[in-house]
């Protein structure tokens, strides 16, 4: 399994960004995506998740609102809209995938199974 997240940027405060992530996975098999984010000095911390069949999704309180999890199946990849940022969203931005069977979404990090290498989102005020 690889998965590859890419989209981020150095933009200002207010503005929007789109992450990717593609996800490299055996061709029969359900699993959840999951953002996480950290800032320097920070520890990894849950931003988003979003089930297989998308009807169930889970959003940090911090991003709540701001940001948008989808996912297109068909091309095993996720998305993270991001809108109105702020400086305290910048940090490196990780997705993340987890093959428990069923709807399941969980702000766990421990209970995701591969995670890709990251991408940078820097916002200035």
């Known amino acids: 399994v690889q998965l590859q997240a890419f989209g981020g940027g150095l933009v200002q405060a207010g503005a929007s960004l789109r992450l990717s992530c593609a996800a490299s996975v055996p061709t029969v098999s359900s699993y959840t995506i999951g953002w996480f984010r950290q800032a320097p000095g920070k520890e990894r911390e849950f931003v988003a998740a979003?089930?297989?069949?998308?009807?169930?999704?889970y959003y940090a309180d911090s991003v709540k609102g701001r940001f948008t999890i989808s996912r297109d199946n068909a091309k095993n990849t996720g998305y993270l809209q991001m809108n109105s940022l702020k400086p305290d969203d910048t940090a490196v931005y990780y997705c993340t995938v987890d093959f428990t069977v069923g709807e399941v979404v969980t702000i766990l990090p421990d209970a995701y199974d591969y995670w890709g290498q990251g991408t940078q989102v820097t916002v200035s005020s």
């Open positions: 979003i089930s297989w069949s998308g009807d169930n999704t």
